[in-house]
């Protein structure tokens, strides 16, 4: 019998961000359940990895204070993804971590056969740099343009406002925690429901105002009661 | 340049594998494939793919496809009977002209009076709504675009003894290989803005905007194989020349193992590439050459010297461009005429067809499209439609054993999931492949 015709055959990459604000308002609380949350989906994460073994799930984080750094700069396979902690201080440079974002997206980066990228943001306040360069910077990057963005809020403070500008589609609100156990329920849809949808082969019609974005189901915005007083934001 | 006397064979191969994940989901495969050729082989040929989005928002754009490659072939059909004994460069125009914006005016009707007679169900809505949202489903629901649940994609190719014309919309490859000097080719230069599952398609109100078409008049010999594949298949390679690898390999499979061996492992090797791929449904179709027999693919090295001895006879220098490597991927250079600009309209085709019957709408009694008529031993210059990367060698040297003329059509395994309508394929001794199509009670 002949072999099968062509090269070797693949998986078709996904890269999932998170991109987490570490200014000095998300001491305490905040950063402390963001840390155990994103623990927790791990291996919610991985359960969707492998309901989708056709898409090789790769993941990386940038924290963003006084400037932006990469937290995890390498893509790692999500069934070897491991959390380390993060510490807050600083003010919210969320403008870089966007144009950081921009850069790792950038074509040349990219393989072609990729399936849409995950952006996950969450934020507690206003950026203190230009938040409109940055993403004008990730926009301009077609596969910027085309990623499934998500945005959660956290706490009373956060700019929503910014954070509908980050996602773009009218039919994603931002989501909003407003205690610990309500971010690690958010944390956990925004982990693995959009990573579902992104790694759905299906096709989008291209530059069609409704047709355009990588439906997602609607995100819960009710509020998950505090776990304690001392939970809440 | 063929002179129209030569006669030319071919035969198709096709299949169309449910993809992995569709298996998963319990989704129905959402390619189609449609071809058209003689028993005897004899031109033309038509073959047309398409690919269902499968989105949430083109929740019947398995219907979508079938209706694509339908109008598809169909539109080709009556376009070549009415082009009688025209020039190629008036074959060209007209096809770019006319061909595109027929298919899709006639899909849209089509699609449309399928939703006028199979409404959107609740079904259907609920299902919408929870993948895409409450506000898709109430535009859905209002009857708002209704043809955008039926989108695709769609990959055309229309052969004759002189030329080769392609038309695609949307995502997928269009490969043809030389099987003298073993070059695979991209008909259809890639478009590389159509990433991260983003594509063109019918459902476009500008698709005529989008359409690539290229005309390709053979200089001396038509390719040995002109393969449509769906983007599954692509999507499932490591790389692109990894992808590129399977026109080099078709073509040895054929010539040596013959259409037979090739069609009957078809749909065990999509299945394969779907599995350890894209997990998307794959649609490949495969037009081969049957006369004058496939030759022995060469490297450059054998080409150049066998250069002298054709030479000698008076024949055309082989063709094939210095320093090519062997099955590396170069695009057909496209016509100096190639337009993207706006089409004409065509005159309004009225009201979608209400009949009931399911027929699709009478194409036949659409304006004629008129094409000057050849006159003596017309040709165009060759600046403005030849394609120097396929020129073929001349038979000479090794003579391989020609390709196996039996059974040129290949039964597809689709695996459909029972729906509102169940879709077969026969292959029949008359008029090629055809499609048949029952509705559930």
Known sequence: MPNRPGGELAKRPLQFIWMVDCSGSMQGKKIESLNFAIHECIKPMQDVANENPNAQVVVRAIKFSDGAQWHISQPTDIHDFKWSDLSADGVTDMGHALREVAKALEVKNMPDRGLPPVLVLLSDGQPTDDFNDGLKALMDQPWGKKAVRIAIAIGDDADEEVLRKFIGNVEVPPLTAKNGKDLVRKIKWASTVPLKAASNPASRTKDQPDTGHVPIPAPPQDTAAPSSADDVF | MPDGRTAYRWGVLGHSQLGASHVRQGLPNQDAIRFYVLPDGSPPVLLAVADGHGSAKSFRSDVGAVMAVETAVQVCRDFLEGIGDAAPSAVKSAAEQHIPPRIFQAWKRRVTDHWVRNPFSED???????????????????????????????????????????????????????????????????????????????????????????????????????????????????????????????????????????????????????????????????????EPPLLKPAVASTCESSTSASAASGDPPIGGRPGLDHGAAEPIEPCATETTSPRSPLPDQSSPNASGTGDPPDLMKEAAIEVPTRTGAELPPESECSAPAMQIAQEGGDKPGAADPATQHVESQDNFEASRTTLFRRLTDGIGWVFGRKENG
Request: aromatic share 6%.
């Open chain 2, 124 to 290: 259907e809505l609920a299902r919408l709504a929870d993948a895409a949202g409450p506000a898709a489903r109430e535009r859905a629901a209002r009857g708002e675009q209704p043809h955008v649940a039926y989108g695709a994609t769609l990959l055309a190719a229309l052969l004759t003894n002189e030329f080769l014309i392609c038309f695609q919309l949307g995502d997928g490859e269009i490969l043809a290989v030389s099987d003298a000097t073993g070059e695979v080719a991209r008909a259809v230069p890639k478009d590389e803005s159509l990433i991260a599952n983003e594509t063109t398609s019918l459902c476009q109100d500008d698709a005529v905007r989008h359409v690539q078409c290229r005309f390709q008049l053979f200089q001396d010999r038509p390719p040995g194989l002109v393969l449509l594949s769906t983007d599954g298949y692509s999507n499932s390679f490591v790389s692109s020349d990894a992808f590129l690898k399977v026109g080099t390999d078709y073509l040895e499979m054929i010539q040596t193992d013959g259409a037979d061996t090739v069609g009957t492992n078809l749909p065990k090797w999509l299945e394969e590439a779907s599995r350890d791929g894209s997990g998307d449904d794959i649609t490949l179709g495969i037009i081969y050459r049957r």
